[in-house]
C-alpha cells in the first residue's frame, strides 16, 4: 500500500495519461515522463505556464495530447487544495477505504473487477473537486497500483 502523497501523485498522473492506450505505453515512458514534468512534482505542476505546456506538447518522449497535459495542471491544483482541506491526499483518498487495502481475493484474471463502488463515488468525488480524466476505471486502476485494492490473483507470486 502507497501512503506517500508524491507517489500517489505520481501514479495518479500516469494513470490520467494512459487513459485509452496500454499500460506498457506508459511504462516504456515512466522516466521520460519523470523529467518532463519535474519529477511529478505536483507544486511545481500546480505552477506551469503556457511556455511550459507548449514544451511538453512538443517533447517527443510522452504523451502529446493537449487535454492530458493541461489536466496534470489542473489535477496538482486540485491535489493541493485536498492536501489542504485533508492535511494529505493519502487521507483523502485512503478514506474511501476505511485507511486499510480492499482484498478482493480473485481467482482468475476474468474475476478482476475493472471497476467498483468505491472507485465511482471517488471518480466523483474527483471530478467534483476538479480533476480530470479520472473516470471509474482510471480511479479503479490507480487504486490497484497503489494497493488500496488488491486484485492479485490466487496463482500470483505477489498475491501473499
Known amino acids: ?4 502523497d508524491a507517489t500517489l501523485f505520481e501514479f495518479l498522473i500516469l494513470e490520467t495519461f494512459q487513459a485509452g492506450l496500454s499500460w506498457i505505453t506508459i511504462l516504456r515512458k515512466r522516466e521520460h515522463f519523470r ?11 500546480a505552477l506551469y505556464e503556457a511556455p511550459k505546456l507548449e514544451a511538453l506538447m512538443q517533447n517527443a518522449n510522452i504523451i502529446r495530447n493537449r487535454l492530458k497535459i493541461n489536466s496534470a495542471v489542473t489535477n496538482a491544483q486540485s491535489f493541493l487544495r485536498i492536501q489542504k ?15 486499510k ?7 482468475t484474471l476474468e474475476d478482476v473487477p ?10 466523483k468525488d474527483l471530478k467534483k473537486r476538479g480533476f480530470k480524466f479520472v473516470g471509474s476505471t482510471v480511479v479503479y486502476a490507480h487504486m490497484q ?3 488500496m485494492v488488491n486484485d492479485h490473483v ?3 507470486w505477489r498475491r501473499k
Open 1 to 4: 500500500p502507497v501512503f506517500d
Open 85 to 99: 482541506e485533508f492535511g494529505s491526499f493519502s487521507n483523502y483518498i485512503w478514506g474511501f477505504t476505511d485507511g
Open 154 to 156: 490466487e496463482e500470483c
Open 114 to 123: 475493472a471497476v467498483n463502488e468505491i472507485s465511482d463515488a471517488l471518480s
Open 35 to 45: 523529467e518532463a514534468f519535474d519529477a511529478f512534482d505536483y507544486q511545481k505542476i
Open 101 to 107: 487495502p480492499i482484498d478482493n481475493n480473485p481467482k
Open 145 to 147: 497500483a497503489t494497493g
